[in-house]
């Protein structure tokens, strides 16, 4: 249910809303392919906290979109479900990195449930956001990730960069079906409806 939109002047930022939405899968694709190879390699483990450090902080962006348009409480509701998505991503890189397939099994499950969480919240709170066409983008995402990181952990390294430059693409379409949504929220509920023409 949405409590409140606490943009004070939703047509000036629309560009950068939009701008904003669209970016934010790209760069959880990125970070999370940093992650694969840094804990596939056994990078420093420094670095492996400062990659999860920033993927922690896109969904905080996207927590802040949702803030933005629909208010504290489904803010702070779906900023727990995308955290454990990601969560349960690098736990997979991690069951995957160490040979716990069967592990790997059970996280797999995990985040095919919060897909369907995830897209039953957010077409709950914006009609604009089509759950049939939500449905496609989200679990394709979901599962070109997981076979990108089945492929790298398995050493199908020509696979698993074939796949993940298929995901970055579809991050794309992903982000600008996420940005029109929230485009088509603005524009409909919140902007001043065109007045008549003017009359010379």
Do not use: H
């Not at 896109?58 to 409480?73: E, Q």
């Not at 496609?136 to 990181?149: A, G, K, L, V």
């Not at 020509?158 to 603005?186: P, V």
Request: with cysteine.
């Amino acid at each position: 249910m949405i409590e409140y939109c606490q943009t004070t002047n939703p047509e000036q930022d629309i560009d950068n809303i939009v701008f904003r939405a669209r970016i934010i899968w790209r760069d959880i694709v990125t970070w999370l392919g940093q992650y694969l190879i840094t804990k596939t390699l056994n990078a420093d483990a420094e670095l492996e906290k400062e990659i999860i450090n920033m993927l922690f902080s896109r969904v905080a962006d996207f927590g802040g979109l949702i803030r933005t348009f629909f208010g504290d409480k489904a803010a702070d509701d779906y900023t727990k479900l995308f955290s454990e998505y990601i969560t349960q991503l690098i736990s997979l890189i991690d069951a995957l990195s160490e040979g716990n397939s069967s592990n790997a099994n059970e996280i797999i499950q995990q985040i095919y449930q919060n897909d369907g969480q995830r897209i039953e919240f957010l077409t709950q709170i914006n009609p604009y956001w089509d759950k049939s066409t939500l449905e496609n983008y989200i679990y394709i995402f979901t599962d070109m990730i997981i076979r990108e990181i089945m492929a790298f952990t398995s050493k199908q390294y020509k696979d698993s960069i074939s796949i993940y430059e298929r995901i970055l693409s579809y991050s794309t379409s992903l982000g600008d079906f996420m940005a029109q949504g929230i485009k088509n929220y603005l524009i409909y509920n919140f902007l001043p409806p065109a007045g008549p023409p003017s009359v010379e």
